[in-house]
């Protein structure tokens, strides 16, 4: 049985315990999710502080070039580019990731037709399990091409090599699924996605800061991901698209705003792409969101990826761990992978009142959330979570199940 | 000849000047750029701070529900909406210009193909002199389109009519030009319009915050427009899209994520479209940045948009006759019309050396900017814009003139 004293113990040998400091964390809170919104760096605050006044409130008009405003998007993308193996000048940070999803798979279908020998694909899959707004983008797009495409909804993992056939142009998946923190093994699911003739894109909005990723070394086509969850951007903070060397000189979106341009201050009536990473991007950035994502992206200078991997394993292996000693007896289901290799840096389990024990948990200062159906969610941030803090969360969960201190007659809320 | 006693005198009795005071204005600056960057709220430090501290810092995911982030897009809309003419809950605050300009054209071309007597329609009118991010987008959208649409350019307002035919399935116009200043007839056009059959979606970046806006006594179909120009949103604000209750129930544009599904919380796995306004949105939005919004907004509910144009038209006006009366026998050419009912809140001067004389201005503390070719650009912001600061403008462009204080080898730079 694994005891208080002994989390307490990991946490003294915990060589990331001190990054904890960088955060503004609430008192009395267990924050398990970071996986929807990250916590808040101290740095952020100051640096929002130093936008606001000096470089809106003084220099004004000035500061697109003075601050590097107008360069922040491929700045920020830059500093982002060591944690997914991506090189530099190959990131982007900047709009939604909904925004971005339309704008790569719009590029990938583009470059696909323009290929003779796979010009008449017109399957792209995806998971029915992926966050909605991966599915929605695909049909809004392929509603629009009007060119006969169709989406082809797989609902396991392991059904994915049977639905990658010669009809599909593309394939959008992502790595880390948001509900049950399954992972995906994004080097095979890419080797075999090209052996196939098909183009893949990755959605890394559950990987990005949580688990180590190599885009060039699964020789992935194209990756999108959001700033705001294990980044720690801020909230809403732009998202991020990630357009390889080999992909840029032929990387045709449709919103061609004048960002995108070669040359966007020659104010020239035809549109000419950049043909770099710059063709990613489309309109004017919020630019204090957009810069605070460096505060976020800060505090993984301090560390690598492998650490924080290793710290994230022992965190979800410790609340499984502790989860099935301390709340056995009661009708929960784990939904996360127990086998490393597939499992992401969150632990769902499933209850016939999820919703219910979710919001008490809240109450007691336990803060993860629910997702249809029945799933609650616990991500781990290993920037700022303890192992202690899994051993109360714990503690409260059992007092909760074992008292049924939980009121089922409460209403769903709007979370995202 | 007016004198400076006499511009003190208009300050004084100025009934907006009190409004000057809730902005942070940089010391020995006379700040004639708000038309590309407006100044900076007060109110935006506080508000900024407390997102930061409590909304994210302290209560974390809840503020989603408890602050109304996720509620945010449209009641700001709802806060811009009188400024344009709009109804409640017809507009929403959300991702770029560049973007929403997307969303309106793909949205209006959708519903003329929709009907039997529009179906065939191909051309599209707009402006050779809009800002480039106009054109561009209508390049990208037709081009992924591929669909026989193609751009008809028109080289000045007087041909409109002429280029507007049984063609033309939509026009997109901007209100006031971001070079001239010309603003153009956004009633009669609108009428015109469709009279021919066509839409009409307008651009008011240079508008919303500037002049007197009525979408709905014009019958204008959709809107766009910029949040960080004359309504002093913060750098890069989230722009607003205006859809009328008369067009929303069709209302269908490409980017199709989650924020504009019907239910986005049931995490259905087909998207249908909300059929209200909030059709218009994607994907989640940058909070910080988003909620400066109403900082800027706020400030105009201690007025109306008829005084700000009475101001507005007085210090354009003061400006106009200062530099006639100060600085004749320079090869100075008046870009911006006269006439009242075409001028924007800007005055555009061209001066062989244009660019080299704002650098100088702007190393004597007077901020315009330049725009290609030879264009000297002065935005004047009667919310912190006096009388006085005309005069002084004057008198320093006068005295750079006069004695060609500015160097006419300086390279041009990046500035938007």
């Not at 409130?57 to 405003?69: E, F, M, R, V």
């Not at 885009?215 to 086509?221: G, K, P, S, V, W």
């Not at 549109?271 to 992206?297: E, K, W």
């Not at 800060?298 to 502790?322: G, N």
Request: glycine share 6%; charged share 15%.
């Amino acid at each position: 049985m694994i005891t208080e004293a002994y989390c307490t113990e990991l946490d003294q040998s915990d060589e990331l315990a001190t990054l904890r400091d960088l955060f503004a964390l609430p008192p009395n809170t267990i924050y398990l999710d970071g996986n929807s919104l990250g916590a808040q760096p101290h740095a952020a605050l100051e640096q929002a502080q130093h936008i606001i006044r000096h470089e809106w409130g003084n220099d004004l008009i000035q500061s697109w070039n003075k601050a590097g405003w107008f360069q922040r998007p491929l700045q920020l993308g830059n500093e982002l580019a060591p944690l997914i193996g991506a090189k530099p000048n190959e990131v982007a940070v900047t709009d939604s990731t909904s925004v971005n999803i339309f704008k790569a798979a719009a590029a990938a279908l583009h470059l696909q037709r323009s290929q003779a020998t796979t010009a008449q694909r017109r399957v792209i899959v995806t998971e029915r399990s992926n966050f909605p707004t991966d599915i929605y983008i695909l049909q809004g797009l392929t509603h629009f091409l009007n060119d006969g495409y169709e989406l082809r909804l797989v609902d396991h993992p392991d059904q994915l090599n049977a639905a990658i056939d010669h009809d599909v142009a593309l394939v959008l998946l992502t790595h880390v699924n948001y509900r049950t923190g399954y992972m995906v093994d994004m080097a095979a699911l890419t080797t075999y996605t090209h052996q196939q003739g098909a183009l893949i894109l990755w959605d890394l909005c559950h990987s990005a800061g949580a688990v180590p990723v190599d885009l060039h070394a699964a020789n992935a086509d194209f990756a999108v991901g959001c700033t705001y969850k294990y980044l720690n951007g801020g909230p809403g903070a732009p998202a991020f698209i990630w357009v390889p060397e080999k992909h840029q000189p032929h990387f045709t979106q449709p919103l061609t705003g004048w960002w995108a341009h070669q040359s966007p201050f020659e104010m020239q009536t035809h549109f000419q792409g950049a043909g770099d990473i710059r063709a990613a991007l489309c309109g004017t950035q919020p630019i204090i969101s957009l810069s605070l994502v460096s505060a976020g992206l800060d505090v993984f200078k301090r560390t690598t990826m492998a650490k924080i991997r290793a710290k994230s394993l022992a965190l979800t292996d410790l609340f499984i761990q502790l989860i099935e000693e301390q709340c056995s007896g009661h009708p929960l289901q784990l939904e996360t992978p127990r086998h490393h290799a597939h499992r992401g840096s969150q632990v769902s389990i499933a209850h016939p009142h999820g919703y219910a024990i979710v919001q008490a948990l809240i109450e007691r200062g336990v803060v993860g959330d629910y997702r249809e159906p029945h799933i609650m969610r616990f991500g781990f941030t290993p920037l700022y979570t303890s192992f202690s803090d899994v051993w109360r969360a714990v503690a409260i969960l059992k007092d909760i199940l074992d008292h049924q201190r939980y009121d089922t007659t409460l209403e769903k809320n709007a979370v995202t």
